[in-house]
């Protein structure tokens, strides 16, 4: 069974960073396209954020992060991560991990969300 447990949120000042941790269990001979990063701020829909394929470097993000927030990955631990520097109040959301088996494909696992902060 897949698990995704994410770690890292927490409350900044807006300028501040933070690095989000996703450590992805259940793995084993499994083959999966991406991870990717998601965000829900309250009162929104949740939006993408950041993805990575599951081999090689490809890289995606949203506009609203490019240049702020960066997705990388450790295949020896099993986790993706998502460094995000000056951060903004408008960053303020629960943000997700997630795995997608096909690409193209859907998320098709995700983790619980950690909350991240960002105060004016």
């Known amino acids: 069974q897949v698990q995704l447990v994410e770690s890292g949120g927490g409350l900044v000042q807006a300028g501040g960073s933070l690095r989000l941790s996703c450590a992805a269990s259940g793995l084993s001979g499994r083959t999966f396209s991406n991870y990717g990063w998601f965000r829900q701020a309250p009162g929104k829909e949740r939006e993408f954020v950041a993805s990575i394929r599951w081999s090689g470097s490809f890289t995606y993000y949203a506009d609203f992060v490019k240049g702020r927030f960066t997705i990388s990955r450790d295949n020896a631990k099993n986790t993706v991560y998502l460094q995000m520097n000056s951060l903004k109040p408008e960053d303020t959301a629960v943000y997700y991990c997630?795995?997608?088996?096909?690409?193209?494909?859907?998320?098709?696992?995700w983790g619980q969300g950690t909350q991240v902060t960002v105060s004016s």
């Open positions: 997630a795995v997608a088996v096909r690409l193209g494909g859907p998320f098709d696992y």
